[in-house]
């Protein structure tokens, strides 16, 4: 089992940036694909970033094409918690934001079986 929580959501302007974090229990935290989506209001949830395990103890970060350059997720696992830095936000990027855990690493949402309760993030222009 794994649970997971949000925070660093708020309201930003324009070009501004914010962190999130999402704290995570459990003893295979090490090995799971933490990810990061969004959904903004009437829009289906879809995939932000995703930093995922590797045999070897390597890990991989991917992004989706609309965050790539701006956003970076980063893992420190002696606190069990991922991070998604977002900077040169952009209005569009206004949506809540959940953290999700899998053991294998997925873009499609429904293919995750634990997720945080979300964070909201606003950027005005």
């Known amino acids: 089992q794994v649970q997971l929580v949000e925070s660093g959501g708020g309201l930003v302007q324009a070009g501004g940036s914010l962190r999130l974090s999402c704290a995570a229990s459990g003893r295979t935290f090490n090995t799971f694909t933490i990810s990061w989506f969004r959904q903004a209001p009437g829009k289906e949830r879809e995939f932000v970033a995703a930093?995922?395990?590797?045999?070897?103890?390597?890990?991989?970060?991917y992004y989706a094409d609309s965050v790539k350059g701006r956003f970076s997720i980063s893992r420190d696992n002696a606190k069990n918690t991922v991070y998604l830095q977002m900077s040169s936000l952009k209005p569009e990027d206004t949506a809540v934001y959940y953290c999700?855990?899998?053991?294998?690493?997925?873009?499609?949402?429904?293919?995750?079986?634990?997720w945080g309760q979300g964070t909201q993030v606003t950027v005005s222009s």
């Open positions: 999700a855990a899998d053991s294998s690493y997925s873009r499609r949402w429904e293919e995750y079986d634990y």
């Open positions: 930093h995922t395990w590797r045999a070897g103890s390597t890990y991989y970060a």
